[in-house]
């Protein structure tokens, strides 16, 4: 490209501060599953505290964070271009007061219906079982956490299209911080996996707070008003109907596998929970990344009727998550039972854990790389307002998510409900990236073509290079914690240098990631 104008947006380093805040995340969040690993194991309470967490995760992730930003954020984007700042600011105005509404009468439901609402996540498998009445008591403490995370997504949606990425990228540290302290303190409780219940309410509040700061330095910390008719409200709930369907989607294939896991032994609900922590690496530190800084700056060119910024700007998005998911699928895929020994076998997480949490990561990997690029391609769709396309492929995708966990949950158990994910998640990609291909608004670079020829070949390469040094998978539940983790720390350390060493020979440099519009 040439050279940047000054009011051009550096969207790599953007996209690096908000990975950065999202690694950070994700690392303490493993340092958190470290202890409630060998706190809870996966045993019954364990499954009823994933499960009760899993509520109103489940529900933010369908009313807030991706499903609202993508129908709030093209119409934010269009007040910043086209509108003045006090327009912009009336318009977050009457949002907040409404979302903010909305929310307590979601959240006062939830937590008194916390019962049905276990009842439908477990199918009445657990009615007989000590874990319904726990989950359900963790439930109803919990499910006003969606509230003040949804609230917190909103806030972070604003300074995003304003472009500020930082608060909003380390904000999710705090929660793992406030975990880690829950579970240092749940024996001063009398039933100590409440104090961690409290703890997931409390880090809520405290995510919420942490954005008033950034807010009120960009003039955005207005008082709400609630107020239906504002043609910008309008315009969002038109968009917001597709897109919380389209994010259903996800969810309810997040759903079908929490039941058919509830299901199943002992444990199962757990083991999948632990895989799943593992998707958050690549997806959180990649995906997420590039979506959080590609949605509005996809929405601004949109505005200036730039195709070839914005057919430039997906190139780049798609670049990036072939060169960093591939290699981290073919990472977790070889190296599953080391890093879940390494990360989780102490206190009551037994060596069965450890090969039963693996045989899921193994099974998830193989939708890393499609789960990373749905979150790039989905923006070309919403920063246009297109939200009935990603809605019709998500539908699709749920279908066939239901129909593989079906078809293999009975065979391979948890592990077929992770494959059955993978399967759909690859589904899901195919029809994004046709579509966006059809309507000429992406076309692929030849630097996309030789970065996923160098990528091809340096997974491959990394993939060898890790069976041949990688030992027996058994031996990893007898090593010392220590060697477990130097062990580790080498095989990954050697994997990822022969992986930018291929690239560099194919002709791969830091500048090819770089990126403004």
Known sequence: MSDATPDQIDLSAKGSVVAAGTALSRVTGLVRDI???????????????????????????????GAFAQAFVPVLSEYREKGTLASAQQFVRVM???????????????????????????????????????????????????????????AASVLNSYDRYAVPAFTPVLLNVVLVLSVLAAPLHPEPIFMLAWGVLAAGFAQLLLQFPSLFRTRFLVVPRVDFKHAGVRKVLLLLGPAV??????????????????????????????????????????????????????????????????????????????????PAAVGLYFLAEPIIATIYHRGVFEAADIWMSAAAVRAYSV????????????????????????????????AANVCACLGLFWWL????IAFGTSVASI???????????????????????????????GSAVMALTLV??????????????????????????????????????????????????
Not at 289 to 311: G, K
Not at 433 to 447: C, E, H
Not at 494 to 517: A, I, K, N
Request: charged share 10%; net charge positive.
């Open 367 to 398: 939708g890393v790389l499609p789960m990373v690029l749905i979150l790039i391609a989905a923006p070309g769709f919403f920063a246009r307002q297109n939200t009935k396309t990603p809605l019709k492929y998500a539908l699709i995708s749920v």
């Open 96 to 154: 907040s007061g409404n979302f903010a509404g909305f929310l307590v009468v979601v959240c006062g439901l939830g937590s008194s219906g916390a019962a049905l609402l276990v009842l439908l996540f477990t199918l009445g498998a657990w009615q007989s079982d000590m874990r319904f009445e726990l989950a359900t008591d963790l439930a109803q403490i919990m499910f006003p956490y969606l509230g003040f995370m949804a609230l917190t997504a909103f």
């Open 413 to 416: 158990g948890h592990v077929g």
């Open 245 to 326: 369907l389209a994010a259903s989607a996800s969810q309810i294939n997040v759903l079908v596998g929490t039941i058919l896991a509830s299901q199943l032994v002992v444990g199962s609900v757990s083991w999948i929970y632990f895989a799943e922590r593992f998707l958050a690496l690549p997806i959180g530190t990649v995906a997420i990344a590039l979506r959080t800084v590609i949605l509005p700056s996809l929405s601004r060119i949109y505005q200036s009727n730039s195709i070839n910024d914005f057919s430039s700007t997906l190139d780049w998005g798609t670049r990036l998550g072939l060169l960093l998911g591939l």
């Open 427 to 457: 589904l899901q990609c195919y029809l994004l990236y046709r579509r966006l291909l059809g309507d000429g608004v992406y076309r692929p670079s030849r630097a996309l073509f030789r970065a996923a020829v160098a990528c091809l070949a």
């Open 35 to 65: 202890f409630l690993s060998a706190f809870l194991g996966a045993t019954a309470a364990a499954d009823a505290f994933h499960l009760a967490f899993r509520i109103p995760n489940f529900f933010r992730r369908l009313l807030a964070e």
């Open 468 to 517: 041949q040094l990688s030992p027996d998978a058994a031996l990893w539940a007898s090593l010392d914690e220590m060697e477990r983790i130097l062990r580790l720390a080498c095989l990954v350390g050697v994997g990822l240098m022969v992986y930018l060493l291929v690239l560099f020979m194919l002709g791969v440099r830091p500048r090819h990631v770089l990126h403004r519009v």
